[in-house]
């Protein structure tokens, strides 16, 4: 049984069917893209592993519970964080205050009223924050402001953000979409890195198909809504349906 | 010590010198001298300083760090004023349980208001607490009048119960005896010192709330409060619920309004529905970012400023302006006196405004920020420097959800 | 019956001035994207246009006239209005009593000149700049306006009379079937109505029939596909600021002689008119115009004696009890449109 399972779900927006039957099983400790051409779903699907849409019909289990109907913070702290398309980070506090956001909230859950604790006497905190700060190669630069980092620093920052929290699942949303050649290596490059020390489960949303061959261990073609094949990497690049899926969208 | 870091600690022992010099730091002109009319060293004005001070230090605690803009604080600070001086007439003149009634039904309205207004942000929220104000006045205008005495103002007569005064309770308000409207006057040289019972009271009041925001501003709460300011997007996907947060802001912020209307029918047993109209709701935002939204000390210095000038701009006329130039040719001593006139005396509001415009366009970061900028021009230092620790007065940029 | 009638003709007037000012803050905030905390005071600026065209007019040359003495003994002064010395007394008297009319003719350059000035001295840089600088700005705007105002005419109310022919009240109800003096009502209240209608309708069909109100309107819409397109939209707005100001100053021309202005009208007017705009929905123009005289009526409604003694104090909250409910049922206003204003 794996750690996040998703069982028929359905989902229609007026006449057009976004989501058709999808079933997917995603295996404890393993890394698993989920691709597919444009329109094919992609976004909805991740909206509704992360409690943003709910589906007409299936159910969507993480951890052997259910995540629908449930707010984003809450899905949070049932262990998923998510990378976003284009880093979401507090870009007017520092980067070390950036770090210290997600390590309480993985302590004092969705709201404690701590107006009245100093911040320098949380020694275990500031210890992980510092920690994890290190771990990214970036606590040189943690008095910094966030929104003053560059690009690729502000993913390095977001990724910290997410893996200081322990997540059980990491939901990575095109985390190399619009960089550079170097960045998206070194992106690669990070993630791969986190999956082996740290065996974190990971669900790639992607579109290119390089990132997906350097990371991917299970790899799920999406199309019109539906899945279309799921199998190694190996398997899924010679597969005639996966490149009719693509060529049909090159030719339309 | 306190719970404050080495830094933080003398910046508070800084700020209780400071507010406990305060009749000897602004009086700084001896009695009868030209200048004398700049001293600022006597109790009324003193103690608006120290109440509009905690006024706007809690605004900021809302404004400054989650960038919530209300429109509608002067509601809580009406009710504090209603609360004391209803204590005062069932009671008698202790200004305890007064004050302490006044936070907590500002908290609790401010928790009735706030949890009905945060379902909305940015303009909508502004209208929303803007809306809650304005009914709140006309309501003490009209139907509350069995509560309010409408526009009357509520006082303390003769015939209230007052059950708690004695034979020798004094007949005015006091803190177990001591009396707010005596003062002290000391003359030494051509100086004279007042030193207030009232403004020691609101002073060391205003020192214990000036502590508790510093502890809020240097707590895991206090950042929370910037990150909702930030980005709720990362906030709520990192696990943390922003709406009890920005409540628990809004309710802070209501009791320290709360508190400082309580304090203002505590020097004066007065409580008025004009209190709680929409221009005090504006003045207290004019105060915190003319000061600096967000900084530690801005708000306090803000509210200072325009209290200072107030009362000293409206007090020059022309005259006074006659005699300061008056060593100027006369056509242009009188084009002087003629182009400063307007802003002078009542044109002070004009004054305000003006200034308040140049600070937002100019000076997003308020007093606070000028005072930095000069720092930095004097002392060569670059502009980028920002490691942690040295944000003695953190400076968030002015972006956030209100959009 | 009639007095509910006469009730709804009530808030009617009120309701005018509310449907436009809350027009002019939607034009703007649809167009530019800007809320304008001082839009209030155009209002106020355009009563005191009537108040200044009251007393142009009434400038006069003072003769001496020593065949009459005044009490002290000197002879006594004689003010002959300009006016009537060039036109003729009768003529020139009666244009000393149209003044609040003629003082349209005032209004609508100053205040397009104000909008315009506006708009390219201080607006235009903050555009980019967040919604609560934007707030924060004007507001400041609004209280340096309105100083100004109060330094040149001070603090109280200046009364400014309609014209003599609208000062009296009509037997409205006469004309729709009721018995005489039922529905009594003020002259100059219709006219306002009348007034409010046409200039609602003069905005909306230059917006509706004319190539530039279709580019502002596409505008408002999309403005970056507009953009694209090589026009230069920002002149366009900068007129339709332009255009808000004057509607609201025009409003403000028209009514003066209903309430007399004083320095601090416009934002006891504004408040209200952006609970109207919140109303109405962010951005909706007919929402604006319909939630103006909704509120109005309502409001008028309110304050029936029947109504008051059923809710003691109804009258004076209605209107943002109004509100409260439409922000949290219906985020969107009565006629807004998707995203605007939204996180």
Known sequence: ?252 | MLGLSKKDTTFLVVVIFLTLMTPILLQPFPEGSVLAQFNAGYPDLMQRFAIYGIFAIGFNILFGLTGYLSFGHAAFLGVGSYSVVWMYKLLGYNVVPGLLLAVVTAGLFALLIGYISLRRSGIYFSILTLAFAQMSFNLAYSVLTPLTNGETGLQVYTDDPQILMGAGSPNSPHFFGIVMNESAKIDVGGWQFTFNNGYYFCAIIAIIVFYLSLRIFRSPFGIMLRAIKTNQTRMTYTGLNPRPYTLAAFVISGMYAGLAGGLLASMDPLAGAERMQWTASGEVVLMTILGGAGTLMGPILGAGFIKYFENIFSKINDDILHTWFAALPDGLEDAIVFMVHPFIGKGWSLTLGLLFMMVVIFLPGGLIEGGNRIWRLVTGRSRNRNTPGKDAQHHPKPTAHVN | MDALILQFLNGLDKGSAYALIALGLTLIFGTLGVVNFAHGAMFMIGAFCAVAMQSMLNISKVTLDPTKLDFLGNPAQIRTPMVESLFGPELGGSIINWSVPLSILLAIPVMLALGFIMERGLIKHFYKRPHADQILVTFGLAIVLQEIIKYFYGANPIPTPAPDAFRGSIDFGVLIGYAQNTIIYPAWRLVYFTFSAVIIAAVFAFLQFTTFGMVVRAGMADRETVGLLGINIDKRFTIMFGIAAAVAGMAGAMYAPINSPNYHMGMDFLVLSFVVVVVGGMGSLPGAVLAGFLLGVVESFASMNEVKSLIPGIDQIIIYLIAIIILLTRPRGLMGRKGVMEE
């Open chain 1, 1 to 252: 049984m794996g750690i996040l399972e998703v069982s028929n779900v359905n989902k229609r927006f007026g006449g057009l069917q976004a989501l058709g039957d999808v079933n997917l099983d995603i295996a404890q400790g393993t890394v698993h893209a989920i691709i597919g051409p444009n329109g094919a779903g992609k976004s909805t699907l991740l909206n509704v592993l992360i409690g943003k849409l709910v589906p007409d019909t299936g159910t969507v289990m993480f951890d052997g519970k259910s995540v629908l109907g449930r707010k984003p913070y809450e899905i949070n702290q049932m262990g998923i964080s998510r990378v976003f398309q284009t880093p979401e980070i507090f870009g007017d506090l520092t980067v070390f205050e950036n770090m210290l956001i997600p390590c309480f909230a993985k302590r004092d859950g969705t709201f404690r009223l701590h107006a009245l604790e100093s911040i320098a006497s949380e020694k275990g905190i500031i210890e992980k924050a510092e920690q994890m700060l290190s771990d990214v190669a970036m606590i040189d630069k943690r008095g910094m402001t966030a929104s003053s980092l560059s690009r690729g620093d502000k993913r390095r920052l977001e990724m910290a953000m997410c893996l200081v929290q322990e997540p059980k699942l990491l939901l990575l949303d095109e985390p190399t979409a619009g960089m550079a050649r170097a960045d998206t290596n070194n992106t690669i490059e990070l993630l791969n890195h986190i999956h082996e020390s740290r065996d974190i489960t990971m669900v790639i949303i992607e579109h290119d198909m390089h990132v997906v061959f350097s990371l991917a261990k299970r790899i799920t073609v999406l199309a019109q809504g539906s899945p279309l094949v799921e199998d190694t990497p190996e398997n899924i690049k010679g597969h005639p349906k996966v490149k009719e899926a693509y060529l049909g969208e090159a030719a339309a």
